[in-house]
């Protein structure tokens, strides 16, 4: 059965799930652990990533993020890639360390903020690597400690965390921490795993209660959230991807007029896009410019980019084109 494709746009919140390669391990000790998080946050500052929540256990994570400019799959591959390289190398091994696709399910934030950042902070609690939330408060390897204020990690968002529960700091860390201790009793809570009908709802039998009285919301096995919620994210992506693919036939329409107008002239490739300053070259290099900005509908960046230039190199050609017009 072919494998869904990825949900994802900037600003998008994510319960991201990794596993290691059959449930093996994805850390031996504290030093894989403190490589582990030390990249994640070097990565969520780099690529603007924000994370809310997280919890590495012995051979899987969680993480609660949102994504960035450059999407999820982008931050993802040079998070997990890296990481695997550095474990590989230090353990003298080779293979695979992660299945092959990790999990991501798009969440709507007001149901599930607060339900997502408890459920992944007391994985540890759960799993029994502590033994107690008053251990937990300290644990270095989940982002519980740095809420409450035990442990510092500059690029975890925890003051958008604790906004969720009161707007006095020290006030926020008590209901944060209250909520969490709730929490224990609540167990394993699978509906906070995964996506669909039946988890956004509350159960099989709050489906059948809707359907009951007429109202059969909208589902994808992708999304955590309500019928509304569903739509919204998937027209987003839909009209994201549209767009996308709008922006791609440009692209391959400017090659194309690039090679014709190559072929034309006698310059070749290579030179157009080599820096050459010949007479002839620069002629069809500004000729081109004009047509891949005012006809094809590329931005100067993509312009520059298939013509080998910088973009302000761009911008110069189109504004002396448009001194000679006035």
Request: hydrophobic share 35%; aromatic share 8%.
């Amino acid at each position: 059965m072919p494998r869904s494709a990825r949900l994802d746009a900037p600003g998008t919140l994510h319960h991201v799930i990794i596993r290691g390669m059959e449930r093996r391990r994805i850390v031996d000790d504290d030093d894989d652990r403190q490589v582990f998080v030390d990249r994640l946050g070097r990565l969520s500052i780099d690529l603007k990533t924000p994370v809310y929540a997280w919890a590495l256990m012995t051979n899987h994570a969680h993480l609660l993020i949102r994504s960035g400019p450059e999407g999820l799959p982008s931050f993802m591959r040079k998070f997990l890639t890296g990481y695997a390289i550095h474990y590989n190398r230090r353990h003298h091994r080779y293979g695979h360390l992660f299945q092959n696709r990790y999990k991501s399910i798009v969440c709507e934030e007001d149901a599930y903020f607060k339900e997502l950042v408890r459920y992944i902070h007391l994985n540890p609690l759960r799993a029994g690597l502590v033994e107690s939330m008053q251990k937990l408060d300290w644990y270095r390897w989940c982002g519980h400690s740095v809420v409450v204020g035990r442990r510092e990690k500059p690029w975890q968002e925890r003051d958008y965390v604790l906004k969720w529960f009161g707007e006095k700091r020290k006030e926020a860390v008590s209901n944060y921490r209250n909520f969490v201790k709730k929490g224990v009793a609540l167990g394993k809570q699978p509906n906070l795993t995964g996506g669909g009908l039946i988890r956004s709802a509350g159960g099989w039998s709050e489906v059948k209660a809707l359907r009951r009285i007429g109202d059969r919301q909208a589902s994808d096995e992708r999304i955590l959230g309500n019928g509304d919620f569903v739509e919204q994210i998937t027209q987003q992506i839909d009209l994201e991807r549209k767009y996308r693919l709008i922006s791609d036939n440009r692209v391959e329409k400017a090659k194309t007029l690039i090679k014709e107008k190559c072929e034309e002239s006698s310059v070749s490739e290579e030179a157009l896009k080599g820096g050459s300053r010949t007479g002839e070259v620069s002629k069809v290099r500004c000729e081109l410019a004009l047509e891949l900005v005012k006809e094809c509908g590329l931005t100067y960046s993509e312009s520059a980019r298939q013509l080998g230039v910088c973009t302000s190199a761009i911008a110069k050609i189109i504004k002396r084109n448009q001194h000679k017009s006035n």
